[in-house]
C-alpha cells in the first residue's frame, strides 16, 4: 500500500516552455501533497504544499507564479514549470500524506527535469 | 543554525557492524521524526517514525529520541551491503537533514 506515481519519470526541454508534471496516490487518498526539489548532492528542499481544493502554501523564495499547483482531487496534484529554465533543472518529487493515516509521507520516484 | 543537523558523513561500516546514524534538531516543539532511505537518484523510502521519547524497535532498525537534549538517532544492526544510501532525518513540519551518506562495506 501508499504507493505514490510520478508522470513523467523524466523530461527535457526547451528553455521557454512549459512542463507540467503529475503526482498520483495509487492506492489511497491524500488531502495533502508536497512537492519537492533537489540539486545534486544535496537534500530534498520543499517548495509547497497543496491542499485538495485550495491554494498551494509556497515555501519562502519560491515563485508561485513561475510553479503552478493544483490539486484538484485526492488522488491527484500537479506541478507546472512555467517558461522553465536551465537553472529549473532538477529532481523533482511529490509525496503524499494518507487522510486516513498518520503523519507520515509517501514519495513518488520523482521526474528529472533538464531544461536546455 | 540549521532546523535539523546531520553528519553528511561519509560513514562507513564493516558488514554485520552496528551503524549508528544521529541527527539533532533546533526546534524543541518539534514532536515528530522520521528517518528516511535514499537511494543514488531514486525518491526517500520511509524506514521508522518516533514520536515519544525512548527507543523504537523495528527489525534490524532502531530509533532513539531524546527531546531534551534535542537528538535523534538510527541504529542499523547487521548492517548489509544493501543499506548503503543516504539517510535523512526529517521533523515534521518536514524539515530535511542534509543526510548522512552511509557505505556498508562486504
Known amino acids: 500500500g501508499a504507493v505514490v506515481s510520478q508522470h513523467p519519470s523524466r523530461v527535457i526541454c526547451k528553455s521557454g516552455t512549459s512542463v507540467k508534471i503529475e503526482c498520483r496516490s495509487l492506492d489511497f487518498q491524500a488531502t495533502t501533497m508536497f512537492w519537492y526539489r533537489q540539486f545534486p548532492k544535496q537534500s530534498l528542499m520543499l517548495m509547497a504544499t497543496?491542499?485538495?481544493?485550495?491554494?498551494?502554501?509556497?515555501e519562502q523564495g519560491v515563485e508561485k507564479d513561475k510553479f503552478l499547483i493544483n490539486h484538484a482531487s485526492l488522488t491527484l496534484s500537479t506541478l507546472t514549470v512555467t517558461s522553465a529554465h536551465p537553472e529549473d533543472s532538477s529532481f523533482y518529487i511529490c509525496?503524499?500524506?494518507?487522510?486516513?493515516?498518520?503523519?507520515?509521507?509517501?514519495f513518488g520516484p520523482g521526474t528529472r527535469l533538464t531544461v536546455t | 543554525q540549521k532546523e535539523v543537523e546531520q553528519n553528511s558523513g561519509p560513514l562507513s561500516v564493516p558488514e554485520g557492524a552496528i551503524a549508528s546514524l544521529n541527527c539533532t534538531y533546533s526546534d524543541r516543539g518539534s514532536q515528530s521524526f522520521f528517518w528516511y532511505r535514499q537511494y543514488s537518484g531514486k525518491s526517500p523510502e520511509l524506514i521508522m517514525s518516533?514520536?515519544?521519547?525512548g527507543d523504537k524497535e523495528d527489525g534490524r532498525f532502531t530509533a532513539q529520541l531524546n527531546k531534551a537534549s534535542q537528538y535523534v538517532s538510527l541504529l542499523i544492526r547487521d548492517s548489509q551491503p544493501s543499506d548503503s544510501a543516504t539517510y535523512l532525518c526529517v521533523r515534521v513540519p518536514m524539515r530535511f537533514g542534509a543526510g548522512t551518506r552511509l557505505t556498508v562495506k562486504p
Open positions: 509525496s503524499a500524506r494518507d487522510r486516513t493515516g498518520g503523519r507520515e509521507q509517501y
Open positions: 518516533i514520536y515519544s521519547n
Open positions: 497543496s491542499n485538495e481544493g485550495s491554494k498551494a502554501t509556497y
